[in-house]
Each structure stands twice: as structure tokens, then as C-alpha cells.
């Protein structure tokens, strides 16, 4: 019982030990630049995570507009209007200018 314990333990904590080596040399040789240079980078995917998410969200409200324009009728007659300055045919428009006096 006591070689099965030497016959494993040993190979062990010499990977580990090489493990930690490599860990140690790895983290003192990166260059601070390129530490800097990823930082910056971490920075940037974290602003365009954030932009994604509000066009996203934009995205579904937009979506949600246009199913609600297309099952409504009435919605339509009312962005017709009142956003594109839509009339119907017949329909006789009266713009009322505002008086020099009324600007004051």
C-alpha cells in the first residue's frame, strides 16, 4: 500500500510543481504593454457589450411597434397623421399661422 502512495505521489507534485513554474514565469514575463493594451481591450468589449444590449432592447421595442401597428388599424390612421402629415382623399387641411404678436 505505502509504494501505491510513493508510485502516484511523486509524478504528482512534479506536475504541480511545473505547473506552478510555468505560472510564475508566465505572469512575470508579460509584457506591462500588453497588460495595458488588454485592459484597454477588456474596456472596449465591455462598452460594445452595453451598446449590443441597448439595441437589442431597442430592437424589441421596435418589434413590438410594428406588430401593433400591423394588427391595428387605427394605429396606422394615427402615425399616418400625425408623424407623416398624412390626409384622406376629400379631406380639407387648415394650418393656422402664428400672429408675430403670439411668438412674444
Same mark, same amino acid.
Given at each position: 500500500m505505502r509504494t501505491m502512495v510513493?508510485?502516484?505521489?511523486?509524478?504528482t507534485?512534479?506536475?504541480l510543481g511545473v505547473a506552478?513554474?510555468?505560472?510564475?514565469?508566465?505572469t512575470r514575463a508579460v509584457d506591462p504593454e500588453l497588460k495595458r493594451r488588454n485592459a484597454d481591450l477588456e474596456?472596449?468589449?465591455?462598452?460594445?457589450?452595453?451598446?449590443?444590449?441597448? /439595441?437589442?432592447?431597442?430592437?424589441a421595442t421596435l418589434r413590438a411597434e410594428l406588430i401593433r401597428l *400591423? %394588427?391595428?388599424p387605427t394605429e396606422q390612421?394615427?402615425?399616418?397623421?400625425?408623424? /407623416?402629415?398624412m390626409?384622406?382623399?376629400g379631406e380639407?387641411?387648415?394650418?393656422?399661422?402664428? *400672429? %408675430?404678436d403670439d411668438r412674444r
Open positions: 510513493k508510485q502516484w505521489i511523486w509524478p507534485l512534479l506536475g506552478a513554474g510555468v505560472y510564475l514565469v508566465s474596456a472596449n468589449l465591455a462598452a460594445v457589450r452595453a451598446e449590443n444590449d441597448r /439595441l437589442a432592447h431597442e430592437s *400591423r %394588427e391595428r390612421l394615427h402615425h399616418a397623421r400625425t408623424q /407623416l402629415g390626409v384622406k382623399p380639407v387641411v387648415y394650418q393656422l399661422k402664428a *400672429r %408675430e
